[in-house]
């Protein structure tokens, strides 16, 4: 029995159980929150087109994994020999350097790649050495846990040994209980298991599952595809879903003012701010979005959402209210609401309405969001 965070004081006891005296009959459910299906949820409904009925084996998605070709962009002007930036799972620096090194052309090589980057010592200081030294290829190295049981059963392993096997080097046993590693290691060599395989077995500490990768992929394949055949749907989504950081300062003018600020902040290199550093992926994708020729229209009080891009043309797209750097949500949805009764009669009748103060008005001039609107309606009184 326990109070909870140990107050003695407090009228609240909770009970605690031993976990393994009740293990056998408790449902647990890990719920995890993920972007993805919202995203695709979004370009559904902009496109009118099914993700799910997407080609998984569609080319030109498939060749934005190895080169930028496809998004009709040379390397030199978007800084990436990939054209994955945005996509989940594939667009970090990281996983492009991943991408450069292994050149996938097939969807499982992609499901190989999500385990490898996902695991722990997986890809770096093992898989990539395999692979750069020409001893593996990307599809035979370990990528997801249930490689390694799947492999050893087909080298003639008895199955249960090989998932004995697998589950030990997966929770990084391997490095941890080196007595048992070296019987499996004897066995391993018994049915001739090549040394490099054994080797890489025992420096993994955490797998990837092979189901949790394939997923992955497939929802990441989907939203690829989109941004090959739909660009500016793509984009939309991308900077409503998952672009936090972005300012429509710096991003709306201009391929020029994305370029200069991408600048400042690789000066900057270890000492940039979080902040800075998140937007420095969005204005990867900004500067890419400029090169396929798609641009933003200007911030409009009456047809801007309060918190969505619209995706108006296949090349325009217009930026919420809330992308005006200083102005937050609730200002934005209080403007956005109060304008569903007419049109402002002046900048203190939208403040009236939209219940916003000087600095939100200040903002919106600034943006020239009340361009022609008088400060107040006084004169038509008299008018």
């Known amino acids: 029995m326990q109070h909870p965070a140990d107050d003695p004081n407090s009228d609240i006891v909770t009970t605690h159980f031993d976990y393994h005296s009740i293990d056998q009959n408790l449902l647990k459910l890990d719920i995890l929150g993920h972007d993805d299906p919202t995203m695709i949820r979004m370009l559904f409904d902009l496109t009118g087109i099914d993700p799910t009925k997407v080609p998984l084996d569609d080319k030109e998605t498939m060749s934005i994994f190895r080169s930028t070709e496809a998004l009709g962009v ?6 990436s020999e990939v054209g994955s930036y945005g996509i989940p ?4 620096k990281f996983v492009r350097g991943m991408l450069v090194d292994t050149k996938p052309t097939t969807f499982g090589e992609l499901i190989s790649i999500s385990g490898l980057s996902h695991g722990t010592d997986v890809w770096l200081n093992n898989g990539q050495e395999l692979v750069n030294q020409g001893i593996v290829t990307l599809s035979e190295a370990i990528g997801c846990r249930d490689d390694i049981m799947i492999y050893l059963i087909k080298q003639g392993l008895p199955p249960k040994l090989a998932f004995k096997i697998m589950e030990f080097v997966r929770k990084g046993k391997a490095s941890k209980d080196p007595e048992k590693w ?3 290691e004897k066995t391993m060599r018994e049915y001739n298991i ?19 990768a394939a997923a992955y992929v497939t929802n990441a394949f989907r939203i690829a595809w989109f941004k090959v055949h739909k660009p500016a749907a793509y984009y939309t989504a991308f900077y409503t879903i998952r672009a936090d950081e972005f300012d429509s ?12 600020k991408m600048k400042e902040i690789e000066l ?5 701010t979080t902040k800075d550093k998140n937007m420095y992926a969005i204005l990867e994708l900004v500067l890419e979005m400029y090169e396929r020729g798609i641009t933003f229209l200007p911030i409009d009080l009456y047809e801007s959402h309060a918190t969505k891009f619209k995706m108006e043309s296949d090349n325009e797209i217009r930026p919420p209210l809330n992308s005006i750097p200083g102005l937050g949500t609730v200002a934005a949805e209080g403007i956005d609401e109060a304008k569903k009764e007419g049109k402002f009669m002046s900048i203190d ?3 009236i309405r939209s219940r916003i103060g000087k600095s939100v008005i200040e903002l919106l ?9 008088s400060q107040s309606n006084q004169m038509s009184l008299f008018g």
């Open 194 to 212: 090549p040394e490099w395989y054994i080797g890489s077995c025992k420096k993994i500490k955490y797998m990837f599952p092979k189901a949790h």
């Open 268 to 272: 900057q290199g270890n000492s940039a």
């Open 74 to 79: 040379t390397p030199e002007q978007i800084h």
């Open 249 to 260: 300062d710096i991003m709306c003018y201009g391929v020029e003012r994305v370029k200069n």
């Open 89 to 92: 799972e594939f667009g970090t």
């Open 182 to 184: 070296q019987e499996f």
């Open 349 to 351: 009748d939208m403040k």
């Open 365 to 373: 001039e600034k943006v020239g969001c009340l361009k022609g609107m």
